[in-house]
């Protein structure tokens, strides 16, 4: 082989060798590029989805303010309270007309601005109290006869805390949050036989155990308290839905959220505007974030009450007072006058 032809080799080898790593390096920066864009662009359409289905759910309740606050609160930058109000209808009693509207839970949540912390108070759907929207005192599930606000100014009667929103889910957002997350992992306490969410009769069958439920079954333990009481119950659905938070809050669960806001949907409604609940992430990304549930005791039985011969709960009123107290706090509102009572306290 002449020189001339293996020095014009040598040029073509090294041209062809410097062509591989251009494409190289072309296809590895396509791959970081492709690896920060595709997670903007869902996180962007995330973000819209969001704020259109914020905006499809909500309800302007008319309140500029809790009647407990002396002045608004914003979320950006104040310690705020939140009840979330799980009802219990179904396509099934929204047909019977003769069944009234009950909220089957209510949990009353208060969010310290400065220490990201969150303190959570159950409270039994059948807490015997003053409901102002009924003006007598009944159960307190009976003020969602009156929609989520009549529930609001009756959970603010019995604790004396100011409520700031409220989120209201029913039981078809529950099940498809929980499924829309392939599960969540429970500790259930002992077998049992409980109704779906058709009202089925021992349509749920669960052994005792920690296990991956569904959102039926979920849904079933929420709701259970044929085996022990109202305390035991509100214990269970503050454990359920710190399992859903860590549950959503996991890594893995990046690409499902698009699902969680499907079934959420049109099940739910708020008085918080999508700007206010952005305001809550700080809560979600801060490493340091403690929940704490708190307990609310008492008492409960058929006939409890005098001239009252249906089962009510009767909380406790040193407990009671207690948790006003530890939520207020939270607030970073001042203590109660002592001489200011609460309207449900024990026999």
Avoid: C, W
Wanted: aromatic share 6%; net charge negative; charged share 25%.
């Amino acid at each position: 082989m002449a020189k001339e032809d293996k020095q014009e080799l040598r040029r073509s080898q090294k041209k062809r060798k410097k062509s591989r790593k251009k494409r190289v390096i072309r296809n590895i920066f396509l791959i970081v590029l492709l690896l920060i864009l595709i997670p903007a662009a869902y996180a962007g359409y995330l973000y819209v989805k969001a704020g259109n289905l914020a905006n499809d759910s909500f309800v302007d309740d008319g309140r500029d303010k809790s009647s407990l606050r002396d002045s608004a609160v914003d979320p950006a930058e104040d310690s705020v309270s939140v009840l979330f109000i799980g009802s219990d209808s179904s396509e099934k009693r929204d047909k019977q007309d003769n069944i009234g509207k009950r909220s089957d839970t209510m949990i009353l949540a208060t969010f310290n601005k400065d220490d990201k912390s969150i303190k959570m108070l159950s409270i039994p759907r059948d807490t015997y109290t003053y409901v102002p929207y009924l003006e007598r005192n009944t159960k307190i599930n009976g003020s969602y006869n009156g929609g989520p606000t009549a529930t609001v100014e009756a959970v603010e009667e019995l604790t004396q805390v100011p409520v700031d929103y409220y989120i209201d889910v029913n039981f078809e957002a529950f099940i498809s949050v929980v499924e829309a997350l392939d599960g969540i992992e429970v500790d259930v306490p002992y077998e049992l036989k409980e109704m779906n969410s058709k009202d089925e009769k021992n349509a749920i069958h669960l052994q005792p155990g920690v296990q991956t439920l569904n959102g039926e079954e979920a849904l079933a333990l929420a709701r259970t308290r044929k085996q022990d009481s109202d305390f035991a119950r509100s214990e269970r659905q503050q454990q359920i839905i710190e399992a859903m938070m860590n549950k959503a809050t996991d890594m893995s669960s990046v690409l499902k959220y698009s699902s969680l806001l499907d079934a959420v949907g049109t099940n739910m409604t708020t008085n918080m505007t999508f700007d206010e609940m952005k305001s809550f992430i700080s809560y979600g990304v801060n490493n340091k974030l403690t929940v704490e549930s708190l307990k609310l005791e008492g008492q409960g039985g058929n006939g409890i009450v005098p001239g009252y011969s249906a089962y009510a709960f009767l909380p406790d009123a040193t407990s009671l007072a207690n948790a006003t107290q530890t939520m207020r706090d939270q607030l970073e509102l001042p203590a109660l006058d002592n001489t200011t009572s609460t309207s449900a306290t024990s026999p």
